[in-house]
């Protein structure tokens, strides 16, 4: 999630709580570009709210969202008086990621292929994991989905078991750098450190007897190769759950 508040001239309002994930430039009357700093793997959705939001004050704002050159998305925010753009202090609030709900009985195993990407300028190098779930809730419809998995992402799966697997135990850039893969689960006592994959798999199992567990944080980290040129440390982090029962205003 991003969020700040940001001034009428187009800054950061630092007296305010605020992420250090985006930065933001004003680039005509009522007119701010909010650029996002991290890797989203779905396009965000903005909470916009003008300081002077009261009905009687007459402001409001809307926004577009689009990408940069170096693969940023990007959110320009307009805010008006009226019908008239007018440079209007705002808070807004980006939240990104998939909510998906599936059933874990016919999807007992989610293998996660991982791939890597250069993003952003200058150009960081981020992991990505991607994995198909068969049977997702759509619309009341059941169809197969493709769905990249990035910080946003909660997983909500119906069912007593499911297996996470990696596709793969490395993963290379195609520019002669190699990643060792691991991963890790956080959740049902496992500490700080979490719980290490054996053979690159994991599987989560509950009881019957309860709605839900408590929510399951999965980390898949790539440790670089001694020989790379590139030697960070890459980790992704999408959040992972089962329950026994299909959620009725269950969140996650």
């Known amino acids: 999630m991003s969020y700040g508040t940001i001034t009428s001239s187009g800054t950061i309002d630092t007296t305010f709580s605020f992420s250090n994930d ?5 680039s005509g009357t009522g007119t701010y570009v909010i650029t996002f700093l991290e890797w989203m793997g779905t396009k965000p959705m903005l909470i916009i709210t003008p300081s002077n939001s009261s009905p009687s004050n007459g402001y409001s704002a809307v926004y577009t969202i689009g990408t940069d050159t170096y693969g940023r998305y ?38 996660l292929q991982p791939s890597v990407i250069s993003f952003g300028s200058p150009s960081t190098t981020v992991l990505v994991l991607s994995t198909t779930i068969a049977s997702l809730k759509v619309g009341g419809a059941t169809s197969s989905f493709n769905a990249k998995l990035d910080k946003g992402t909660a997983l909500l799966g119906v069912g007593s078991t499911l297996t996470l ?11 002669g ?10 959740g049902g006592g496992s500490g700080t450190t979490g719980t290490a994959w054996i053979d690159n798999k994991a599987t989560l199992t509950i009881s019957t007897g309860g709605p839900a567990t408590t929510p399951e944080l999965f980390v898949v980290k790539g440790t670089p190769h001694s020989g790379n040129s590139n030697l960070a440390t890459l980790s992704t982090d999408p959040l992972v759950r089962l329950s026994s029962v299909p959620p009725g205003g269950l969140s996650v």
């Open 74 to 111: 990007q959110a320009t925010v307009y805010t008006y008086h009226s019908t008239n753009k007018a440079d209007e202090a705002f808070g807004f609030e980006a939240r990104f990621g998939h909510v998906l709900t599936f059933d874990a009985t016919k999807n007992a195993t989610l293998s």
């Open 177 to 186: 750098n190699t990643w060792d893969l691991t991963g890790y689960t956080y």
């Open 165 to 175: 697997s990696l596709g793969a135990a490395s993963v290379s850039d195609g520019r």
């Open 22 to 26: 985006f930065s933001i430039s004003r």
